[in-house]
């Protein structure tokens, strides 16, 4: 653990609203197939930090030229659909059951991809509490981190709860990292200590030192606790030393920019947002 002075603490008259911030509805994808519940439960714990309205989201992709009605009715079709209805029903009765104690919770529910339901509800949403793509067939974060217009929060297949105790800002001096870091806002008020971390590859020591000061200086107007601003030098991969650093510090969150284009129809991710995508060790808070 780095031994730093803690800077920017929350002064006492603060108000509890302006503490919180705007974070009002969070949507949290569903996963009718598969168990889903730690990713559940980080969203219904932040939904009540936040006092915020929980939707929860689920889709299945069956038979879309049917839905649209070109493909006629069978019976086996008709029995893949009363199945994907009865899973619906029983997973929704589950979210709103674990959602009881909320100020809001919602259940949508669609026979379409998955990914393209978030894409589309996400309108209703300030944050998106995705788990990680498991298979060839799921839904993709990233994509969803791209077009969906809002940050997301990934959460691990090991994590059930988001404390908030230590978070590590992976800062890059990007539009994405900036917005990044504004849309983190009402999470990085919350934390205990945030800490920020630059891992350079060709930027100068002193620059990046600069730059860190001032976004150090801008969480601090916004009443975030700032422990220390770091600047390393990779041993091996960014994404590997950012790790490194984060499994030190004891962090449970990384804020980060999430950088992508599309190629021919296919998203290329950078390197280190890909890693974050696929094997952060903790939850992540994503913005494009």
Not at 82 to 100: L, P, T, V
Not at 124 to 149: E, Q
Request: net charge negative.
């Amino acid at each position: 653990m780095l031994n730093t002075d803690v800077r920017g603490a929350v002064s006492a008259d603060q108000s509890e609203q302006d503490r919180l911030g705007p974070l009002a509805a969070l949507m949290v994808h569903v996963d009718i197939d598969r168990d889903s519940d730690q990713t559940v439960e980080v969203a219904v714990a932040l939904a009540e930090r936040f006092q915020a309205a929980l939707i929860g989201v689920a889709g299945c992709a069956l038979w879309s030229a049917f839905m649209a009605g070109d493909v006629r009715l069978t019976d086996s079709n008709q029995y893949e659909f009363q199945k994907a209805m009865a899973r619906f029903d029983q997973r929704g009765k589950k979210f709103c059951a674990q959602g009881r104690g909320l100020r809001q919770a919602e259940w949508r529910s669609m026979l379409e991809s998955p990914g393209e339901l978030l894409l589309r509800e996400a309108r209703a949403a300030d944050l998106l509490i995705l788990g990680r793509k498991r298979s060839a067939i799921d839904y993709d974060p990233g994509l969803i981190l791209l077009r969906a217009g809002r940050p997301i929060l990934l959460v691990p297949d090991n994590a059930s709860a988001l404390p908030l105790r230590r978070v590590v800002v992976a800062w890059k001096d990007t539009r994405e990292c900036r917005r990044a870091v504004r849309d983190a806002l009402p999470l990085l008020q919350e934390a205990k200590e945030v800490v920020l971390v630059e891992v350079g590859e060709h930027e100068a020591r002193s620059q990046a030192k600069k730059t860190l000061a001032d976004v150090g200086e801008y969480l601090v107007r916004h009443k975030v606790i700032v422990a220390a601003e770091v600047w390393r030098q990779p041993r091996g991969s960014v994404a590997a030393e950012l790790f490194h650093f984060v499994e030190e510090e004891k962090a449970d969150l990384i804020v980060a920019g999430g950088y992508g284009h599309s190629r021919l129809g296919e998203w290329i991710f950078g390197g280190v947002t890909h890693e974050l995508l696929t094997t952060s060790p903790v939850c992540c808070m994503l913005s494009h």
